[in-house]
């Protein structure tokens, strides 16, 4: 399959709103990405969940609409809306016919523009949250990964989970979210993406009339944000879980999104350890051959953002496996970085590359958010012919180039939660199943 060809119209309003259109008239059908270039990543310890809150909260009650009346109008259309607030960007998805867009636009504007974070749906929040908390704590593999995140990212954002820590929740206010809003929510920071069965100029002239009275922020502040450095030395840490399985993270720091490397390391994840089947070596050998385990993965682009991601490789397997997955993983990492891949190997994960990109833009919600990435990370809207093109441009001696320059094997950090004491040692429970 041929890579899509994308018709899109980007137009910029003068309050500074950047507007993406892309017609696509296969089905009756509009999605809507509204989103704002916060959430998490301007957050400061002390307001850790704010960001991701204040997202959660949009469609919780505007000016002129309750929650239940945001959600018998979306209803109403058969549509879709959903409210979120993540690392890097905060907003409105929407999906519905094409003849309810008007409405779908009027929610979206309203949601951005005028949400009021109502006393009691903040506290319900809240307190979804707290729940969530203390029920994750139960999760190993939970547990794991935001170990791994803290030493990884320690002394940035990006260390922190998402949802925020139980004390410092607790602690929001909907000042704090008003004020949240008040500093970050303005036209001249936020991308409105529309794809789907519409009318490129009509929709712009409706665009218009809905935002083109949001008043530009000219003293729009974004804070700098601390910049990661990769670990110089082996960090590890055993988390003590009483389950019947152990959840391994191994790996350090990755790249940002706009690397020049990225899409070589994409060919090199494929190789190593993100792909189905018998296309990559640690689910191969570890999962498939070995049977240590039903899930093992390991990649570094899927995580690349504005700011650098993580390289990380995952196992979870039985107690009495830790030290042979443990080596594993080991194994294979060093291998990637001491020499370079087959020619046959480079072919088969560009092809997979290749062949399941298309598929990346079969419905209007996959085309917006594309559109949204191609706007912060300025990919170029003809990125979906040129990714092919970079891909196939990929050699075995780039891979192990870039292997060496990325991943550091004698510097990784290792984060176990499972039956083991804070030395790795297998708890006696542990050792007699």
Request: contains cysteine; proline residues 6%; charged residues 20%.
């Amino acid at each position: 399959m041929s890579a899509p060809t994308l018709n899109i119209e980007r137009i910029e309003l003068p309050n500074g709103l950047v507007v993406l259109l892309s017609e696509n008239h296969a089905i009756p059908a509009v999605s809507i990405n509204a989103v704002v270039k916060t959430g998490e990543r301007f957050v400061t310890d002390e307001m850790a969940g704010l960001g991701s809150l204040a997202g959660e909260l949009l469609d919780d009650g505007t000016a002129s609409l309750t929650a239940q009346q945001i959600a018998s109008a979306i209803e109403s259309t058969g549509g879709a809306l959903v409210t979120a607030g993540g690392y890097a960007t905060t907003g409105v998805s929407v999906t519905l016919l094409s003849s309810d867009l008007e409405l779908g636009l009027q929610l979206t504007a309203d949601l951005l523009r005028h949400p009021t974070f109502p006393e009691d749906r903040v506290a319900l929040a809240i307190s979804k949250r707290l729940a969530e908390i203390q029920a994750k704590q139960d999760e190993p593999r939970i547990v794991a990964a935001e170990a791994f995140n803290e030493t990884v990212f320690a002394g940035t954002p990006q260390h922190r989970p998402l949802i925020g820590y139980e004390e410092r929740l607790a602690k929001i206010t909907r000042a704090d979210l008003l004020a949240y809003h008040q500093r970050f929510f303005a036209p001249n920071n936020t991308i409105l993406a529309i794809a789907g069965d519409i009318s490129a100029a009509e929709v712009a002239n409706k665009v218009r009339e809905l935002f083109g009275d949001w008043e530009r922020d000219p003293g729009l502040n974004i804070p700098a944000v601390p910049h990661p450095r990769r670990q110089r030395e082996p960090i590890t840490r055993f988390i003590t879980k009483d389950k019947e399985q152990v959840n391994i993270f191994l790996g350090h720091l990755g790249i940002a999104r706009s690397n020049p490397d990225y899409y070589v390391v994409r060919v090199l994840d494929t190789i190593l350890g993100d792909s189905p089947g018998f296309t990559s070596r640690i689910p191969r050998i570890l999962r498939d051959e070995q049977g240590l385990a039903y899930t093992t993965y390991c990649h570094t682009a899927r995580s690349a953002g504005l700011d650098p991601g993580r390289f990380v490789a995952y196992i979870g397997t039985s107690p009495e496996n830790l030290t042979k997955a443990v080596a594993g993983l080991r194994e294979q990492i060093e291998l990637i970085t001491a020499t370079a891949p087959s020619n046959d190997e480079v072919a088969t994960a560009k092809a997979y590359l290749t062949g399941s990109f298309v598929f990346e833009f079969e419905t209007n919600a996959q085309i917006a958010a594309f559109l949204v990435s191609a706007e912060i990370y300025q990919l170029g809207f003809d990125y979906p012919q040129r990714f092919p093109e970079e891909i196939n441009r990929v050699t075995a001696e780039d891979v192990l180039r870039v292997a060496r320059e990325h991943i550091a094997p004698g510097n990784l950090t290792l984060a176990v939660v499972g039956p083991v004491d804070d030395e790795g040692k297998l708890l006696r429970s542990a050792k007699s199943e």
